[in-house]
């Protein structure tokens, strides 16, 4: 069954420190894994896509790392902002699947 | 506006009535989902579409019915809410079912089912 697990599953952290989300999944074939943003009370925005050729991507201070070998990604946020308070979604594609995790909540205190 | 838009934002309704979500995309988009949010579960596909008139089913569509006579448009039917489906509603579209293909979202309904 393809599954995708997120750890922490909450975080606070304080403005202008770093952190990293882990994401591990098991999802065969697998295609892609894409990291997505949710705002409270919006929908989820992408932040970043990683195909299995893909070892890191960085989206302004988002970085997303992905090893297709160990099928783990991580998604680290440098110098944390207060708009960065928000549930970071991990979600796997296989070949004609999605799975989604079920997130972490980060909370970055001033 | 361009986008993809959902109606209401917030519905309150009793167990037993019908209640129909609305979605609505400005894209062209040829693929639509529907997904809920539960605390602990994660966003669950409900139902998705390929094109006008091509429904199927996803993960949890018990007590669900959809309906896609315009690409546009995507609404969402709870024929007899139940208290269990009370939850935040999200409509997607994708432009096709290519793997590299971003999934946009909506704002959410949230409905609650007394």
């Given at each position: 069954k393809n599954q995708v697990e997120q750890s922490p599953q909450s975080l606070i952290i304080l403005e202008g420190k770093n952190c990293t989300l882990q994401c591990n999944y098991t999802v065969s074939p697998f295609s892609n894994l894409r990291w997505y943003k949710q705002d409270t009370g919006r929908g989820p925005v992408s932040l970043t896509i990683m195909t299995f050729s893909e070892n890191t991507k960085s989206n302004g201070r988002y970085t997303a790392t992905l090893d297709a070998d160990t099928k783990q990604s991580s998604l680290h946020i440098t110098?944390?902002?207060?708009?960065?308070s928000a549930s970071y979604i991990c979600v796997a594609r296989g070949y004609s699947t999605l799975t989604f995790g079920k997130g972490t909540m980060l909370l970055v205190s001033p | 506006d361009a986008g993809i838009t959902q109606s209401p934002r917030y519905k309150i309704t009793e167990t037993g009535r019908q209640v129909t979500l609305m979605c609505h995309q400005t894209?062209?988009?040829s693929y639509m989902f529907w997904y809920r949010q539960d605390l602990g579960h994660g966003l669950r596909l409900i139902y998705y579409s390929a094109a006008a008139d091509i429904t199927d089913k996803g993960e949890v569509p018990d007590g669900y019915v959809v309906s896609r006579s315009k690409t546009e448009n995507f609404p969402l039917t709870l024929e007899s809410a139940t208290r269990s489906q009370t939850s935040v509603y999200f409509c997607a579209s994708s432009?096709?079912?290519?793997?590299y293909n971003e999934q946009f979202f909506g704002p959410g309904t949230r409905l609650t089912v007394l």
């Open positions: 110098a944390s902002q207060l708009s960065d | 894209w062209s988009h432009e096709s079912r290519e793997s």
